[in-house]
């Protein structure tokens, strides 16, 4: 399996219009801004593959990538961001919420978090129901490059003991697409993931 193989399959509103169930799914999430659409670019070495922005709440469907035959990426609209019209959010939040608890195809779920923001409440709700879902976790601590090297150690080692208590499977990495930090790792442990 080889990430940068990616190829956009489709942008979908709703769970209905997806690819059929089947096969496998890996899925970015988090907070919106938190740098999802940048790590995907990052990891399938694509510059525009998944769009990014400034502005939070960019992504704002459900956005598949074909890695292979029935080996597919995700990315998920974020969450978290106030500025957004009600009735907008409402209709991606429920979008999320659909991905999450009906995808049976979805094997693995990338949880992006900001270094200097990490385990907010949406996130620890997220992490806690993958846990109780038995849904193997890469939490990516994303944008390390604003962070000096000892203050990413750091982060990365409260993150881990944070999540430990949790006894679920969980692997915590230092993320940044500028400077392409944890991408070896992460890719790894995606691609695992697509065989299994
Ligand atoms: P939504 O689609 O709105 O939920 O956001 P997203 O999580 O997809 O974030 P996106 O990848 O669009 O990135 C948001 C902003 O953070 C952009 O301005 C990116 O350039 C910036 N950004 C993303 N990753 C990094 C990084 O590793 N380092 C730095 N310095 N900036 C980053
Ligand atoms: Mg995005």
Same mark, same amino acid.
């Given at each position: 399996i080889h990430l940068n193989k990616a190829t956009f399959t489709i942008s979908a509103p709703?769970? #209905?219009?997806?690819?059929?169930? *089947?096969g496998i799914e890996v899925a970015f999430a988090g #907070? *919106?801004?938190?740098g999802k659409s940048s790590a995907l670019n990052t990891l399938t070495n694509q510059k525009s593959l998944a769009r990014t922005s400034?502005?939070?709440? #960019?992504?704002?469907l459900i956005n598949i990538f074909e890695i292979a035959e029935n080996k597919r990426l995700v990315d998920l609209p974020g969450y978290g961001?106030?500025?957004?019209?009600m009735e907008m959010k409402k209709k991606w939040q429920k979008a999320l919420g659909e991905y999450l608890e009906? #995808?049976?195809?979805?094997k693995g779920l990338v949880i992006l978090m900001d270094i200097r923001h990490p385990l907010k409440d949406l996130d620890m709700d997220l992490i806690q129901w993958a846990a109780d879902s038995d849904l193997p976790v890469l939490a990516l601590l994303t944008k390390s490059d604003k962070l000096s090297q000892g203050k990413v150690s750091a982060q990365v080692l409260a993150v881990k003991k944070q999540l430990a208590?949790?006894?679920?499977?969980i692997k915590v990495q230092a993320f940044s697409s500028l400077k392409r930090t944890g991408a070896v790792q992460a890719d790894a442990i995606i691609c695992q993931w697509f065989q299994d």
């Open positions: 709703d769970i #209905r219009r997806l690819p059929a169930d *089947s #907070r *919106s801004n938190a400034k502005t939070p709440g #960019r992504t704002q961001f106030a500025k957004v019209p009906k #995808r049976e195809c979805l208590t949790l006894n679920a499977d």
